[in-house]
């Protein structure tokens, strides 16, 4: 049982950057591939960005060009920098890996984003 923790969510204006951190309790250098996903009140959960074995990434299109996943495998990492922060981006976002043909979430980090 992998256990993620995330951390670095907050409350910050408008125009703000953060970094989010997801870390894992076990090495996650065989995974297949982690994400970010975000659930704003009243709202389904939705994919931010994904990050594949290959390395290749995918984007939800209203955080492109604004938000980077990276993953640091020697420290069970997996970031987010989010860069430009919008009111809508408020959510909170939870990190989600798929190793070993299982599935696990984290508990979740809240972004609030002030105008």
């Known amino acids: 049982q992998v256990q993620l923790v995330e951390s670095g969510g907050g409350l910050v204006q408008a125009g703000d950057s953060l970094r989010l951190s997801c870390a894992a309790s076990e090495s996650i250098s065989s995974f297949n591939h982690m994400g970010w996903y975000r659930q704003a009140p009243g709202k389904q959960r939705e994919l931010v960005t994904v990050?594949?074995?290959?390395?290749?990434?995918n984007y939800a299109n209203a955080v492109k060009g604004r938000f980077t996943i990276s993953i640091d495998n020697a420290k069970n990492t997996v970031y987010l920098q989010m860069n430009s922060l919008k009111p809508e981006d408020t959510a909170v976002y939870y990190c989600?890996?798929?190793?070993?043909?299982?599935?696990?979430w984290g508990q979740g980090t809240q972004v609030t984003v002030a105008s």
């Open positions: 989600k890996l798929n190793i070993r043909f299982r599935t696990y």
């Open positions: 990050i594949f074995s290959t390395g290749d990434t």
